[in-house]
Nanobody, 123 residues
Framework: QVQLVESGGGLVQAGGSLRLSCAAS????????KGWFRQAPGKEREFVAA????????FYADSVRGRFTISRDNAMNTMYLQMNSLKPEDTANYFC????????????????WGQGTQVTVSS
């Protein structure tokens, strides 16, 4: 059974940084495009960032571009999200996901999901 497990969330002050990790249980997921999504209470799940299987291509939501960096280490079956200059509006539950094909921006096109890690940014 494929599993994705997020870690690294927590409470941080505005302007601070956090690094999220997403560990995959199967090496086969190294062939998948992977992404980060977030969901705040009462809101829909929204795209944050995505990275191609090779790591050569990255994509970001306008709201995080220049502050967040997505990366992956296929040898370690792990993906990361470095979050800098955090804002209170970044507060949400962050999910990692993997897809074989489809739109990277659409959560319905992802095949596997983690359980999420909470990020809270205080003002």
């Amino acid at each position: 059974q494929v599993q994705l497990v997020e870690s690294g969330g927590g409470l941080v002050q505005a302007g601070g940084s956090l690094r999220l990790s997403c560990a995959a249980s199967r090496r086969t997921l190294s062939r998948y495009t992977k992404g980060w999504f977030r969901q705040a209470p009462g809101k829909e799940r929204e795209f944050v960032a995505a990275i191609s299987s090779s790591g050569d291509s990255t994509f970001y939501a306008d709201s995080v571009r220049g502050r967040f960096t997505i990366s992956r280490d296929n040898a370690m079956n792990t993906m990361y999200l470095q979050m800098n200059s955090l804002k209170p509006e970044d507060t949400a539950n962050y999910f990692c996901a993997a897809q074989g094909s489809g739109s990277i921006y659409n959560p319905n096109h992802y095949d596997y999901w983690g359980q999420g890690t909470q990020v809270t940014v205080s003002s």
